[in-house]
């Protein structure tokens, strides 16, 4: 079993193939993530990540490492703070903030913060449901 407040880190990057491949598969081809002229233009400089793409690695930490398999992710709120950016070391931090252990569900605090500059570019909240660990 999880306990209460528990923290688990993830460090990761995308890289400009990554962001392509899912501009590729959502739809979304936006210039702002994907042309770097475009981007130039832009209060960013420099073409920025899908914020779901940056979101897509809680959904990968919850389903395979923390809490793991048999989780299922049942809501996810993420408020988009600071751009990514490709080729840039992030850490994504999970923090147990309640658990309903009649339900099998945690609620986890969901962030990313940049590891070179400790700034937070994406907090929100996931509710997770997984029998054997809540």
Known sequence: MIPLNTVYRHKFSFT?????LFA?????????????DFAATTPFKKPIIH??????VFSKIMGTEFPGFGSV??????????????????????TV?????????AEISTE???VATGKKT?????????????
């Open 122 to 134: 994406t907090e929100g909240m996931a509710v997770i449901m997984n029998k054997e660990e809540f």
């Open 16 to 20: 400009q193939d990554d962001v392509i």
């Open 73 to 94: 992710y049942m809501k996810q709120v993420s408020e988009y703070k600071r751009p990514m950016f490709v080729d840039t070391e992030y850490e994504a931090v999970f």
């Open 24 to 36: 590729q598969v959502s739809g979304d081809n936006n210039p702002l993530h994907l042309d770097a």
């Open 97 to 105: 903030m309640a658990i309903n252990e009649a339900k099998h569900t």
């Open 112 to 114: 990313i913060f940049d």
């Open 51 to 56: 914020g779901a793409l940056a979101s897509s």
